[in-house]
């Protein structure tokens, strides 16, 4: 398993090296962050956008592209359709977004007939390194669906579920939280968590072992758990914290990072292919984690 964001660039190293699409690569965070990832031998760039933004951009960012590929479409839909197509035929394993807009992209990638559905919910998953908890964990969904009912929670958590198996933890702990541990019928997040744990119980969910409603100090410190007499496997050892919607999600996730100074790591899980949508709140390391990230889940290679 890998066991900090370092590792993840040295995992991504390790495997077969790819090719990264960028729709819309005129943009000088997302140049400078695929430039690094080249640099440590993560993957290949693939740059789609308007040639003449790209070259001055890639000056600016000290890239010599000389020797990669540019296509040339200056319309951002058109570039998030062909970087989206160069996914779909195989000629890149990993798509990032670039200077177009998260709908736009998002539009292609789901597209029945051009795009790169697989039928599945798409999620987001934001791996931290925290200096107060001791593994890397993941926050989902944080990013892409707002109130999801509880089929959709079903989805997210076996997207992530299966990111950590290609990142080499075979039964990763689950806690699916809320405001409090006990079921409250009028808070349907405690319901739903339940829910989710009978069903990880009966076998409906696999893979994982899934324990809630855990509130959040529950989750993450066994001596929390233990002065409320709760006893679980999951409770202060989670790999996963699956929230109840995106307005949590997005509070945890900014909390960790610029109160908690945690560092992370983020894609889109649930195409045919990892997908890596920097914030420009991003750091640069957070950029390059986030395409190693994808190199791992693109190709499942763990340590």
């Known amino acids: 398993m890998v066991t900090n964001l370092a590792g993840l660039i040295e995992s991504a190293k390790s495997g077969k090296r790819g090719r990264i699409a960028v729709a819309g690569a005129a943009d000088l965070p997302v140049l400078e962050a695929v430039h690094a990832a080249a640099g440590a031998g993560i993957t290949e760039p693939l740059l789609v956008g308007d040639r003449r933004g790209i070259e001055e951009m890639a000056e600016k960012a000290g890239m010599d592209v000389s020797r990669v590929e540019i296509i040339d479409v200056a319309d951002p839909a058109g570039a998030a359709a062909r970087a989206v197509a160069l996914v779909r035929e195989g000629s890149a394993q990993i798509l990032m977004k670039g200077f177009v807009s998260t709908e736009i992209l998002l539009r292609a990638v789901l597209n029945k007939e051009h795009g790169i559905p697989t039928g599945k919910?798409?999620?987001?998953?934001?791996?931290?390194?925290?200096?107060?908890?001791?593994?890397l964990f993941c926050v989902t969904d944080a990013a892409m669906n707002i109130a999801p009912a509880l089929e959709e929670k079903a989805a997210i958590l076996n997207n992530a579920v299966s990111l950590f198996h290609r990142l080499g933890e075979e039964n990763p702990r689950v806690a699916v939280v809320a405001a409090v541990e006990t079921v409250n019928p009028k808070m349907e997040p405690t319901v739903h968590a339940a829910m989710l744990t009978q069903m990880n119980r009966r076998g409906q969910i696999r893979g994982c072992l899934v324990d809630g409603p855990l509130a959040l100090d529950n989750a993450v410190s066994k001596e929390a758990a233990a002065h409320k007499g709760i006893v679980s496997e999951v409770a202060g050892d989670m790999d996963i914290i699956l929230v109840p919607d995106i307005e949590a999600g997005n509070i945890l996730y900014k909390s960790l990072v610029f109160l908690g100074g945690a560092r992370t790591a983020g894609i889109i899980i649930g195409a045919k292919a990892p997908i890596v949508l920097t914030s420009r709140s991003d750091s640069d390391k957070s950029k390059l984690y986030s395409i190693a990230l994808a190199a791992c889940a693109g190709t499942g290679v763990g340590t």
């Open 121 to 135: 919910l798409l999620s987001h998953a934001g791996i931290f390194e925290s200096s107060w908890y001791p593994k």
